[in-house]
């Protein structure tokens, strides 16, 4: 709402799930006073496959403010704006799933000079469609929704905007909102990132001579130079000295890795180990998979069992 004011844009445009689940009838009444504090700005929004209207959705019978335009028909249907010489299509989902390519002959019916679209899927199950296809039915611009993932391509007339903010920790990546210019001369597309935090998957190489603390220590760097705000899935990798052992639960330095694996490999020294345990269990043991390649399940295998064998000795 506040950019919308900021830009003192004409129109904003919800391309469904607005909510992740059904909305409950309070939060409808919180968003429809947010919506009041536009200034200039019209908007049109459509039921996505999160908050498709069930028979007791809250969405039927709820009443917007009156520059709120909800379109709420299966079928496509139009939004006409006069003052802005728009109209605007779409259509909301009533089940969790259209498996079915609905937009395919949804053409642009010229009721007004600008023509937009609003389209929620692209899966098989929910409304198949190809880009190609829907550039052809002839509108101004096509909002798309669904994919939480923004995808802005420069000389198209449609975009998807995706969630503003990651909604799981594969949602990797820049999130925000779609700045656009709808003129005679065509349409004009902006991604803007807009979100506090990224989910980022992270690799952290360790080395033969780190410590638990030297591991630590790379770890909090790598994530001071990315972004102490953003949440983290860490891989380690690298071979590590088979005397130290990594201790996970002390590597969140800031409380934000979400996920942290350890597949790191001691680096023995398996031709020396050979040599002085030839003639025992440890010896015919490195003897039978030493030859395999590093990246194989046999090398691998080798690392964890030669540990195993190694700590029993110990023991």
Not at 113 to 140: M, N, Q, S, V
């Amino acid at each position: 709402m506040k950019i919308c004011n900021e830009e003192k844009a004409d129109l904003l445009l919800i391309a469904g799930d607005l909510f992740h689940r059904q909305p409950l009838l309070r939060e409808l009444k919180e968003v429809n006073y947010l919506f009041g504090t536009l200034e200039q700005t019209q908007v049109v929004l459509i039921a996505g496959n999160h908050d498709y209207l069930k028979r007791d959705s809250y969405y039927r019978g709820f009443e917007w403010q009156a520059h709120v335009h909800m379109i709420l028909d299966r079928e496509l249907s139009v939004v006409e704006i006069p003052e802005l010489s728009l109209a605007v299509y779409g259509l909301s989902y009533h089940e969790r799933e259209i498996p079915e390519g609905r937009y395919d002959h949804a053409f642009a019916k010229k009721r007004q000079r600008y023509e937009i679209l609003l389209a929620h899927g692209g899966d098989d199950r929910h409304i198949p469609f190809c880009t190609g296809k829907l550039a052809a039915l002839g509108y101004d611009y096509i909002a798309l929704g669904h994919i939480h993932k923004p995808w802005c391509e420069e000389g198209r007339n449609m975009a998807y905007a995706g969630a503003l903010e990651p909604i799981d920790k594969n949602d990797t990546g820049a999130h925000g909102y779609i700045l656009g210019e709808l003129t005679d001369a065509g349409c004009k597309l902006q991604f803007v990132p807009c979100a506090l935090r990224e989910y980022v998957h992270l690799k952290i190489t360790a080395e033969k001579t780190m410590t638990g603390h030297a591991l630590k220590a790379r770890i909090r760097k790598e994530i001071e130079k990315r972004g102490i705000r953003n949440i983290y899935k860490i891989v380690i990798k690298g071979m590590r000295d088979p005397d130290i052992l990594f201790d996970l639960a002390d590597m969140d330095t800031y409380g934000n890795i979400i996920d942290l694996t350890d597949d790191t490999k001691p680096a023995y020294d398996f031709a020396k180990l050979l040599v002085q345990n030839g003639g025992n269990l440890l010896g015919s043991y490195i003897r039978e998979l030493i030859d395999h390649d590093e990246d194989s399940i046999e090398y691998l295998a080798l690392c964890e069992g030669v540990q195993a064998l190694m700590e029993t000795r110990r023991g």
